[in-house]
Nanobody, 116 residues
Framework: QAQLVESGGGLVQPGGSLTLSCKAS????????MNWYRQAPGKEREPVAG????????NYTNSVKGRFTISRDNGESTLSLQMHNLKPEDTGVYYCHAKWWISEYWGQGTQVTVSS
């Protein structure tokens, strides 16, 4: 059974850092484009960062450029998101996502709260 499990969320003060991790199981991530999405309270889910299957291409939403870094380790079937200089507007549930052709998987999400 294909599964994505996120970890690493929590409460952090503005300006702080967190690293999110996503562990895949039940399928091989080698061909999948993987993404981090987030959903703030009362808002729609939005893409935050994405990384190509070989790790050679990444993209970010404008609001996190220069602060967040997405990476992956296909051998360990993991996806990571390093987040620095966090802001209150980064608060939300962060979801791991994998997509290849018609195959698509979502994790259950991990809560990130940025507050003093």
């Amino acid at each position: 059974q294909a599964q994505l499990v996120e970890s690493g969320g929590g409460l952090v003060q503005p300006g702080g850092s967190l690293t999110l991790s996503c562990k895949a199981s039940g399928f091989s991530v080698e061909n999948f484009f993987m993404n981090w999405y987030r959903q703030a309270p009362g808002k729609e889910r939005e893409p935050v960062a994405g990384i190509r299957a070989d790790g050679g291409f990444t993209n970010y939403t404008n609001s996190v450029k220069g602060r967040f870094t997405i990476s992956r380790d296909n051998g360990e079937s993991t996806l990571s998101l390093q987040m620095h200089n966090l802001k209150p507007e980064d608060t939300g549930v962060y979801y791991c996502h994998a997509k290849w052709w018609i195959s698509e998987y979502w994790g259950q999400g991990t809560q990130v709260t940025v507050s003093s």
